[in-house]
């Protein structure tokens, strides 16, 4: 599969290859959801969407990897090293470090703002400093940098049929509203790494506090007043997926079913948790794989329909200077049921 991918790609140089194959592992080793919408696109854009997400991910890893016995400072250090090869190699459009290389020919290929890199850097570095947040504003500060940014990234890729700055509000939303899934999914597992992301002011308003989330993690003992933060939590990460929902039947009639298989992919999370009774502090909560192959076919059966009724164009460099501009072809926008 990766050949195919990165033959219909035009990607025929073997350091490249090599370098987008590292970003596929990355992408399918540490994000099971998107990497199973991401099948759902037309072969020849996966790759820049690995390259995007196997980078995010490295250097997420960095930052979080509990397997490491690496000290913060020595991860700033990491982090410095790879900020100063993203620098070079967004420069000179390649780099000898294979990640950064694939990510270079993403962002030249398809024009994409390399503020976004370095913003979302920026949020990985004070990852390394900052272990709560106030309140919900600041949460979103640091999330532009964690999360909307990976939506802009990737909205050059996945193509639009209105201007691209329309879309880009629920391209961001979208990102930020993966993250406060994966923020309230991992509460337990970010208390075991000094941080509380859930904003401190939606806790408090329900007698919640840091102490009482490490205190239900140590013992394993639930507290009804956690269970109803949690609860709230949610409410407020179903409210950023209703931002970002008027954003798909924006997107290239291909693009569609892979992202709305992510938002429902994603969505499901947010049920499996409270099924699982908002016991995230505890464990993971996991939708089923029954539940998952059903989205994942539905997604294909909209593949199909949207290949039989919309233009397939093969991918092609975005430049800047097609930044924000209608795509060539203007297909029928469909209803998207989310």
Known sequence: MTRRELDAAGITDPALRAAYTDCRRLNARHGRTYFLATRLLPVERRPAVHALYGFARWADDIVDD????????????????????????????????????????????????????????????????????????????????????????????????VPREEAA???????????????????????????????????????????????????????????AALRAAAGLTRSVYREAAPGLPMLDPVSR????????????????????????????????????????????ARVAAARLTAPRRPARPAGPERAGRREAFAPTVEETTV
């Open 66 to 161: 509990l397997d490491s016995d690496a000290t913060t400072a020595e991860r700033a250090d990491a982090l410095r090293r790879l900020t100063e090869r993203l620098d070079s190699g967004l420069r000179l459009g390649s780099s000898p470090e294979p990640v950064v290389h694939a990510l270079a020919h993403t962002a030249r290929r398809y024009g994409i703002d390399h503020r976004h890199f370095t913003d979302f850097l920026a949020s990985m570095r004070s990852d390394l400093e900052v272990t709560d947040y106030a309140d919900y504003g600041e949460l979103r500060r640091y999330m532009h940098g964690s999360a909307a940014v990976i939506g802009l990234q990737m909205l050059p890729v996945l193509g639009t049929v």
């Open 169 to 227: 509000p629920h391209a961001a939303a979208l990102g930020v509203a993966f993250q406060l899934t994966n923020f309230l999914r991992d509460v337990g597992e970010d208390l075991d790494r000094g941080r509380v992301y859930l904003p401190a002011d939606l806790l408090a308003a329900h007698g919640v506090d840091r102490g009482l989330l490490l205190w239900s993690r140590t013992t394993g003992r639930r507290d009804p007043r956690i269970t």
């Open 257 to 300: 079913p892979c992202i709305r298989t992510a938002f429902v992919l994603y969505g499901g999370i947010l049920a499996a948790i409270a099924d699982d009774g908002y016991a995230c502090v505890h464990r993971r909560a996991v939708v089923p794989p029954v539940r998952r192959a059903a989205v994942a076919l539905d997604g294909l």
